[in-house]
């Protein structure tokens, strides 16, 4: 058995922050893939798991016994932690990981992932509500390109897990409906993330969720 099993699907963006995490770090882990659109985190034995019946879920499997965690930005947080890797080096650095990490899940992420559901997956494109999220998505993306002019990374001057959790639905473009000459510091900084050493595209760490 792998030292950590990590519930996942590869449309996942949330779940490929921590796939990615856990590859950058050249940690022990296996996929176990969850077949999310055949609606399988609503079923009573996922949500037994997860009460928040949702991905990813990790679990490290250690000598005092299983721990399981869900919610990426907690994940990410315990993993660098506990692999060492990513964190912060001091009180600032871990306020402003802190901070941006928080600014994704509310914001960026939030956003960019549901917009991409409803006019990728659910074919939405051209529906009020799916434009105004569109919207909303897009506002995130200019914030975070201008943070990140004349910047290499987004809350220290190397890679940490804010960088590892603001890129997750990044890697779409097409999908979220982005072109990246448009944010040209995001489109930079996604390229420094990919040539970092183990990066790995999501469908190359985990499985469909089909």
């Known amino acids: 058995m792998a030292e950590f099993t990590l519930y996942c699907f590869a449309e996942s963006g949330n779940a490929y922050k921590v796939a990615l995490m856990l590859e950058l770090c050249g940690a022990d882990w296996e996929p176990r893939g969850v077949e999310f659109f055949k609606g399988e985190t609503r079923s009573e034995e996922y949500r037994a798991v ?6 990813p879920i ?11 965690l869900s919610q990426s930005g907690a994940i990410l ?10 964190g912060h080096e001091s009180e600032a650095e871990e306020y402003e990981i802190l901070r941006w990490v928080l600014y994704d899940n509310h914001k960026l992420t939030s956003y960019t992932a549901t917009e991409r559901f409803m006019r990728h997956f659910r074919g939405k494109a051209g529906d009020p509500t ?17 943070h990140l002019e004349g910047r290499e990374w987004v809350a220290a001057a190397r890679p940490t897990i804010a ?22 510091a995001i489109a930079a900084w996604l390229d420094r993330i990919r040539n970092l050493d183990g990066w790995a595209a999501p ?3 985990m499985p469909s969720g089909q």
């Open 50 to 55: 997860n009460v928040m019946g949702e991905a």
């Open 58 to 68: 990790l679990v490290h499997h250690r000598a005092d016994g299983d721990f399981t």
């Open 77 to 86: 947080t315990y993993l660098s932690r506990r692999l060492g890797r990513f």
């Open 130 to 146: 799916a434009e105004f999220i569109y919207a909303r998505a897009k506002d995130a993306w200019k914030v975070l390109d201008t």
């Open 163 to 184: 960088d590892i959790s603001m890129c997750g639905y990044l890697f779409w473009p097409d999908q979220i409906g982005a072109d990246w000459n448009e944010y040209p």
């Open 203 to 205: 469908e190359a760490l």
